[in-house]
């Protein structure tokens, strides 16, 4: 009797666990992959911005699992073939190569770009309006290239030649170039295309242009970015400014930049993150996002070297301390 009895009691515990058990909601974690091109600090900016736009919002509701494909492009298709693999909720692609795979990827998972300067470029689409249509969005890192122009115009007016370099593997590199060279016909001012194909041609390909050249403007690449003491260590002994997309190429090789705030770019995409996962939008109808404020910003110390006088208006850049 008294065996029956204890059986009994053990299967009213178990059952009233599970009633219990029923009762309760589980909270949803949330497994978002975040796949960034190379380490410099534009994109690490990026991403602590996207994480700490989450963490804010979900707070332990987030997970994060974090690659850096180290500027291969079949090293970021290996990463967003995993992330599909694992059946995350959401990928952060950070910047061009790593949109292209993810986009590659899935056509279901969202994916989110951010440090990307034009999707439409990207991801091959005709008759932009916006959006995409389809798994994907973003944050665009573009700022007015025309201004950037008339920021060369205001620092050197008696400029002869500008040298445009970029990275040739980097869709958005060419496109920031082909609108600055735009500007320039305006304007009457001649200059030169350098492309490189990878980071071993820098050095010969700086010098080519640093010898032809009065003035170099670099756009938001990626490449560039990741080997501005390269570039600097050629441009200046030779006296050559640079003018640069971003703050994270000025701060390293540049005179000045009309600069964005990578981190806010990143804080807006985990916000739109935000939205999808909790919110339920529809990414396939989210407009691309810009970056809600550009500076006109100086590199102090490279512009005392080459004897530059920075008008008013301009902000220095605040540079690790050596």
């Known amino acids: 009797m008294k065996k029956k009895m204890m059986a009994f009691l053990l299967v009213a515990a178990m059952s009233a666990m599970s009633l219990t058990g029923c009762g309760e909601k589980q909270e949803e974690v949330y497994n978002v992959g975040i796949c960034q091109l190379v380490e ?9 911005g996207f994480q700490d736009a989450l963490k804010d919002k979900l707070g332990d509701k987030v997970k994060f699992n974090l690659q850096n494909a180290q500027g291969e492009q079949t090293t970021a298709a290996t990463i967003c073939n995993g992330f599909v693999s694992d059946g995350v909720d959401l990928i952060l692609a950070n910047a061009t ?6 986009a590659a990827a899935t056509t279901s998972i969202p994916v989110l770009g951010t440090s990307v300067t034009d999707y439409a470029t990207a991801l091959e689409l005709s008759g932009w309006t916006g ?6 969005s973003g ?9 950037q122009e008339d920021m060369l115009v205001e620092l050197f007016p008696d400029v002869k030649q500008v040298g445009l370099l970029y990275c040739s593997a980097e869709a958005n590199s060419l496109y920031q170039v082909e609108l600055f060279g735009a500007a320039l016909d305006e304007d009457g001012i001649a200059y030169k295309t350098y492309p490189i194909a990878d980071t071993n041609e820098v050095q010969a390909v700086t010098t080519a242009a640093a010898g032809e050249c009065d003035v170099l403007y670099i756009p938001t690449d ?22 640069a997309g971003e703050e994270g190429i000025c701060g390293g090789c540049g005179v000045a930049t009309l600069s964005i705030s990578y981190y806010d770019l990143g804080y807006t995409t985990g916000e739109m993150a935000y939205e999808i996962l909790e919110g339920g939008a529809d990414i396939s109808i989210m407009e691309v996002r810009f970056a809600p404020n550009v500076t006109k910003k100086y590199n102090e110390k490279i512009c005392a070297e080459l004897g530059i ?9 605040e540079l690790p301390q050596e």
């Open 40 to 48: 410099h600090a534009a994109l690490d900016a990026a991403t602590q």
């Open 222 to 243: 990626n490449t560039l970015a990741s080997v501005t003491e390269t570039v600097y260590n050629v441009v200046g002994p030779a006296k050559i400014p640079v003018i």
């Open 97 to 102: 190569s790593p949109l292209q795979a993810a």
């Open 139 to 147: 944050t665009s890192d573009l700022a007015p290239i025309a201004e």
């Open 131 to 136: 959006t995409t249509g389809r798994n994907i």
């Open 309 to 317: 006088t920075v008008p008013e208006g301009y902000v220095a850049i």
